[in-house]
């Protein structure tokens, strides 16, 4: 091989080691800032595919465009002023790399989310998304009123001759905590997030009749939970990105059964 063979060859490997070293820090510090984070939650393995996907596919990208840089790069071009030739001395020298880099991040958001499965909008991993269901317990903050009116029926129950006395009615619903991060249930297809069933939305909490079906999945903040009936009322939470338009709005009153308690950063 002769000697400017050599030359190329060792000046491409050293542009390719730059290149790779470039991309891996970026992609480093991006992975660090995801694990200290408190909207990604993907675990190890996650963090770990989101730097080796990222760092190697960046890399490829800037090596592409490089080399396409250098392929069509003109001996000689016109400018207009000194502006203009700012302009293309800097596309020339780094433009083709910073479009093979930014391709290279649009692949790997690409294979996180169809091939491994963590949902780059949300910072969730599709495939198992944690929530903490809270079992039905007994109830011990009944209202004044409610208590009140359970009373005043045990004791005629209790006045009429011959009454066997009777159980306690269980609840059937879920408890759900003031202030807690709910959701509408949903289950993760194939085609994507949907509801596992219409979920009706009262305007009143005593209600026969719907105003509604919830459409979007978005995070809501249990206001209220009424104590016979179950049902919650919800208000808007700004959601994981503060990007919730209706944030602090009323949507309505909710069956228990139709939610699901969340962690609380899925609602800041």
Same mark, same amino acid.
């Given at each position: 091989?002769?000697?400017?063979?050599?030359?190329?060859? #060792?000046?491409?490997?050293?542009?390719?080691?730059?290149? /790779?070293?470039?991309?891996?820090?970026?992609? /480093?510090?991006?992975?660090?800032?995801?694990?200290?984070?408190?909207?990604?939650?993907?675990?190890?393995?996650?963090?770990? !595919?989101?730097?080796?996907?990222?760092?190697?596919?960046?890399?490829?990208?800037?090596? =592409? /465009?490089?080399?396409?840089? +250098?392929?069509?790069? %003109?001996?000689? *071009?016109?400018?207009?002023?000194?502006?203009?030739?700012?302009?293309?001395?800097?596309?020339?020298?780094?433009?083709?790399?910073?479009?093979?880099?930014?391709?290279?991040?649009?692949?790997?958001?690409?294979?996180?989310?169809?091939?491994?499965? *963590?949902?780059?909008?949300?910072? @969730?991993?599709?495939?198992?998304?944690?929530?903490?269901?809270?079992?039905?317990? %007994?109830?011990?903050?009944?209202? #004044?009123?409610?208590?009140?009116?359970?009373?005043?029926?045990?004791?005629?129950?209790?006045?009429?001759?011959?009454? !066997?006395? #009777?159980?306690?009615?269980?609840?059937?619903?879920?408890?759900?905590?003031?202030?807690?991060?709910?959701?509408?249930?949903? @289950?993760?297809?194939?085609?994507?997030?949907?509801?596992?069933?219409?979920?009706?939305?009262?305007?009143?909490?005593?209600?026969?009749?719907?105003?509604?079906?919830?459409?979007?999945?978005? !995070?809501?903040?249990?206001?209220?939970?009424?104590?016979?009936?179950?049902?919650? +009322?919800?208000?808007?939470?700004?959601?994981?990105?503060?990007?919730?338009?209706?944030?602090?709005?009323?949507?309505?009153? =909710?069956? !228990?059964?139709?939610?699901?308690?969340?962690?609380? @950063?899925?609602?800041?």
């Amino acid at each position: 091989m002769s000697e400017g063979g050599v030359q190329m060859t #060792s000046e491409a490997k050293k542009r390719a080691l730059v290149q /790779g070293g470039i991309c891996t820090a970026i992609f /480093g510090v991006l992975s660090i800032a995801a694990v200290f984070s408190s909207k990604i939650q993907w675990g190890f393995f996650g963090y770990l !595919a989101l730097f080796i996907s990222g760092s190697v596919l960046t890399t490829i990208g800037v090596a =592409v /465009g490089d080399l396409l840089r +250098r392929m069509a790069m %003109p001996d000689l *071009y016109f400018t207009k002023g000194f502006a203009d030739s700012i302009k293309k001395r800097i596309f020339w020298a780094i433009g083709p790399q910073a479009i093979g880099w930014f391709l290279g991040f649009v692949a790997t958001n690409g294979f996180m989310e169809n091939y491994l499965g *963590y949902d780059m909008k949300t910072g @969730r991993s599709r495939g198992s998304v944690v929530v903490q269901q809270e079992q039905p317990k %007994p109830d011990t903050t009944l209202s #004044s009123e409610a208590s009140s009116r359970a009373t005043a029926s045990e004791d005629r129950i209790a006045r009429a001759p011959g009454a !066997a006395p #009777s159980a306690a009615p269980e609840q059937t619903f879920p408890l759900i905590e003031v202030g807690a991060c709910v959701m509408g249930l949903s @289950r993760q297809t194939a085609s994507g997030l949907e509801f596992v069933r219409p979920i009706p939305v009262y305007g009143q909490v005593g209600a026969v009749e719907s105003i509604g079906i919830m459409q979007m999945f978005s !995070a809501f903040y249990a206001e209220e939970q009424h104590s016979v009936t179950g049902r919650v +009322r919800l208000v808007y939470a700004p959601g994981a990105f503060d990007d919730e338009p209706k944030t602090g709005e009323v949507l309505g009153w =909710v069956n !228990a059964a139709d939610l699901r308690v969340y962690d609380q @950063r899925n609602c800041q």
